[in-house]
Structures are given as structure tokens and as C-alpha cells.
């Protein structure tokens, strides 16, 4: 648990202003999301059955919670880590055509998260996913939807500047993009966490791009990401530099969905390909399952981002340790 406490800080809102422009973000960056994107909000599961393998592993050791229910036998039902696989199948099921979307809201508990000012054990995020076509799965696809996020979030700063003006967090007027192994290229002795802080900082904001596989000059991976919903040559995260706390802030993880080819790829590298066998691989792998691109955009994150919040604990309520919440309180942070 590494906890940043910012020297002189000053939340400029109320709890209960807090509370106010949490909302105004929330309604109004999800209408303007699925308004750029072409998406529809569609109502989604915070469980799912274990056997269906739709659950998101994340970076394959965390848990997930889970229970039975009495009148589902003895069958593990879990919560969801994140909806990335179940929302191709909903893109199917429901009927959804070319260049059509969906997004929902999606809430999780991720109880082996790490907390500290950006992570927390409930996690809240737009979780969203469009139909594309095969010849689609480019590089050009992935940036130019990156690009229309970014717009849809430099739209919500001036939106919130309107209506806050003495809390809003400025952002940079540009995004740039660079891959994992440029960064391994440029920084080779420093972590990819570093190298994360260092180009945030010199570009304002970022999408790194390439995560998952193993990177060329050490062997290792840049981050951990489940063989069976991105691909990891199309994929990515948008970083800003984030100069209230002096270190970098994900708002999004996002790319395009695992092939045929290349999810009997990714599970062979990652040791998992009796996953084959679970019945969405089973159909992704036969084909039946459309083309996508898709991710998840932190609500509590963007949240934080446009008000200057020093700690996710302001805009959202979740359980912190006893001695986080003193020390947060002593420098003027009050968790939720």
C-alpha cells in the first residue's frame, strides 16, 4: 500500500458539491460516449457462473468473490472482475449490427487489489464494446477510436470548467501513442511503471500501446492482460500525467478483441489453453462470435481526474484501512 499525500492540498468542493458534479460526469460522459461511439446502454450481469468462463482474470492471480445460491445447487457463481468477454456474446445475442455498440455500467469487487490513491476493492467503469469488421483489426481502428475517447474526455473538462471553474483539473490538448517495446527501447533500466511515469510526464497524455506479451530486450511482460479478450498486438491503456499527485493516472484499458488465430495464440502463451474448452472460447474460436473493439473507462478515475481529487476515496465510496483514512484526513482528504 503506497499511499501519495500531497503537500497543501485543497479539495476546492464540498462533499456534497463532490457529490453533485459526480453525477453531472457520470450522466454526462456516458450520453456523449455512446453518442461519438454509436453505443447503446444495455443492462449487464455483476455475476456470472464460473463454468462459462466469461469471468475476466485480470492478470491471473487474482480471485475473484464468489458464493452459491440456493436454487442453483452447488454451482460457483462469481462476481465479476470486468465484463470484457460477456459483451461480445451480448453483441450477438442481441442482435447488434456493423459500426452498432453497447456500453453499461459495470461494478466489481476486486478484493486483491493493492489500495492506494487509484485503486480501491470496488471498481466502477463504463464498460463498452462495437461490432467491427475483420479487415477493421488494425492499428488505424485502434488509434482513431482512442482519439474519440480522448475528444469525448477533452469535451467533459470543458463541460465541468463551466460548471466548476475553481475545480477543474486542465488537461492536455493532444494524445500520443507509443508502444511497450519503445519504451523498454528508450528506458531499459527502469520498471515499465517507470517508463510509464516518465513518457506520461513528457506527453501529458498517452495511450500505451502492446500489452500482454513479452517484450523483446528483457523477456518480460510490460503488465499482465487475459489471453482471451484483447489482442495483444491491437491493445492499450490512456494515461494522463496527473500533477496532483506528480505521477501517472489510467483512465481506460481498451483495444481490439481477440481472433480466432490469435486467441489460440495468446492462450498457448500463457499456459492456459485448456480454456479452449470453455464454451465462449469454444465459439469465439469457431467463428461465431462477431469482430470487436472495446474496454473499460474508470468512472471513479475520470471522476477524480477532472476535479483534481488527490484520492479515488473522494469520489467514490469504498472500505479503506483505518491508518489510510487518519492520514488521508490529516492533510484535508476526506474519504467517502
Given at each position: 500500500?503506497?499511499?501519495?499525500?500531497p503537500?497543501?492540498?485543497?479539495?476546492?468542493?464540498?462533499?456534497?458539491?463532490?457529490?453533485?458534479?459526480?453525477?453531472?460526469?457520470?450522466?454526462?460522459?456516458?450520453?456523449?460516449?455512446?453518442?461519438e461511439?454509436?453505443?447503446?446502454?444495455?443492462?449487464?450481469?455483476?455475476?456470472?457462473?464460473?463454468?462459462?468462463?466469461?469471468?475476466d482474470?485480470?492478470?491471473?492471480?487474482?480471485?475473484?468473490?464468489?458464493?452459491?445460491?440456493k436454487?442453483?445447487?452447488?454451482?460457483?457463481?462469481?462476481?465479476?472482475?470486468?465484463?470484457?468477454?460477456?459483451k461480445?456474446l451480448?453483441?450477438?445475442?442481441?442482435?447488434?449490427?456493423?459500426?452498432?455498440?453497447?456500453?453499461?455500467?459495470?461494478?466489481?469487487?476486486r478484493?486483491?487489489?493493492?489500495?492506494?490513491?487509484?485503486?480501491?476493492?470496488y471498481?466502477?467503469?463504463?464498460?463498452?464494446?462495437?461490432?467491427i469488421?475483420k479487415?477493421?483489426?488494425?492499428?488505424?481502428?485502434?488509434?482513431?477510436?482512442?482519439?474519440?475517447?480522448?475528444?469525448?474526455?477533452?469535451?467533459?473538462?470543458?463541460?465541468?470548467?463551466?460548471?466548476?471553474?475553481?475545480?477543474?483539473?486542465?488537461?492536455?490538448?493532444?494524445?500520443?501513442?507509443?508502444?511497450?517495446?519503445?519504451?523498454e527501447?528508450?528506458?531499459?533500466?527502469?520498471?515499465?511503471m517507470e517508463?510509464?511515469d516518465?513518457?506520461?510526464?513528457?506527453?501529458?497524455?498517452?495511450?500505451?500501446?502492446?500489452?500482454?506479451?513479452?517484450?523483446?530486450?528483457?523477456?518480460?511482460?510490460?503488465?499482465?492482460r487475459a489471453?482471451?479478450?484483447?489482442?495483444?498486438?491491437?491493445?492499450?491503456?490512456?494515461?494522463f500525467?496527473?500533477?496532483?499527485?506528480?505521477?501517472?493516472?489510467?483512465v481506460?484499458?481498451?483495444?481490439?478483441?481477440?481472433?480466432?488465430?490469435s486467441?489460440?495464440?495468446?492462450?498457448?502463451?500463457?499456459?492456459?489453453e485448456?480454456?479452449?474448452?470453455?464454451?465462449?472460447?469454444?465459439?469465439?474460436?469457431?467463428?461465431?462470435?462477431?469482430?470487436?473493439?472495446g474496454?473499460?473507462?474508470?468512472?471513479s478515475r475520470?471522476?477524480?481526474?477532472?476535479?483534481?481529487?488527490?484520492?479515488?476515496?473522494?469520489?467514490?465510496?469504498?472500505?479503506?484501512?483505518?491508518?489510510?483514512?487518519?492520514?488521508?484526513?490529516?492533510?484535508?482528504?476526506?474519504?467517502?
Amino acid at each position: 500500500m503506497t499511499l501519495i499525500l500531497p503537500k497543501d492540498y485543497d479539495s476546492k468542493l464540498t462533499i456534497r458539491e463532490t457529490e453533485e458534479a459526480i453525477r453531472y460526469i457520470r450522466e454526462t460522459f456516458q450520453d456523449e460516449l455512446s453518442a461519438e461511439l454509436n453505443l447503446q446502454r444495455m443492462s449487464a450481469p455483476m455475476f456470472v457462473r464460473h463454468s462459462s468462463g466469461l469471468n475476466d482474470d485480470l492478470n491471473g492471480v487474482e480471485t475473484p468473490v464468489h458464493f452459491t445460491a440456493k436454487d442453483l445447487g452447488d454451482e460457483r457463481i462469481e462476481i465479476v472482475h470486468s465484463l470484457a468477454k460477456w459483451k461480445r456474446l451480448a453483441l450477438k445475442k442481441y442482435g447488434f449490427g456493423m459500426h452498432e455498440g453497447l456500453y453499461t455500467n459495470m461494478n466489481a469487487i476486486r478484493k486483491d487489489e493493492d489500495m492506494d490513491n487509484f485503486h480501491s476493492i470496488y471498481v466502477d467503469q463504463w464498460d463498452w464494446e462495437k461490432v467491427i469488421a475483420k479487415e477493421e483489426r488494425t492499428e488505424a481502428t485502434l488509434k482513431a477510436t482512442v482519439k474519440q475517447i480522448f475528444k469525448v474526455i477533452k469535451h467533459m473538462e470543458h463541460e465541468v470548467w463551466y460548471k466548476y471553474p475553481q475545480a477543474v483539473h486542465h488537461l492536455p490538448d493532444e494524445i500520443h501513442f507509443v508502444t511497450t517495446q519503445e519504451l523498454e527501447d528508450r528506458w531499459p533500466e527502469l520498471t515499465p511503471m517507470e517508463r510509464e511515469d516518465k513518457i506520461a510526464k513528457e506527453l501529458g497524455c498517452v495511450f500505451v500501446m502492446k500489452i500482454g506479451d513479452k517484450l523483446q530486450r528483457s523477456g518480460e511482460r510490460h503488465d499482465g492482460r487475459a489471453p482471451d479478450y484483447d489482442d495483444w498486438a491491437l491493445n492499450g491503456d490512456i494515461i494522463f500525467w496527473y500533477e496532483p499527485l506528480g505521477c501517472k493516472l489510467e483512465v481506460s484499458s481498451m483495444g481490439i478483441r481477440v481472433s480466432e488465430k490469435s486467441l489460440a495464440e495468446q492462450l498457448k502463451k500463457a499456459g492456459a489453453e485448456e480454456r479452449a474448452k470453455l464454451p465462449f472460447h469454444r465459439a469465439l474460436l469457431a467463428g461465431e462470435l462477431p469482430y470487436t473493439i472495446g474496454g473499460g473507462i474508470g468512472q471513479s478515475r475520470l471522476c477524480m481526474l477532472l476535479l483534481g481529487k488527490a484520492h479515488v476515496g473522494e469520489v467514490q465510496a469504498s472500505l479503506w484501512p483505518e491508518s489510510m483514512r487518519e492520514e488521508c484526513d490529516k492533510v484535508g482528504i476526506h474519504l467517502l
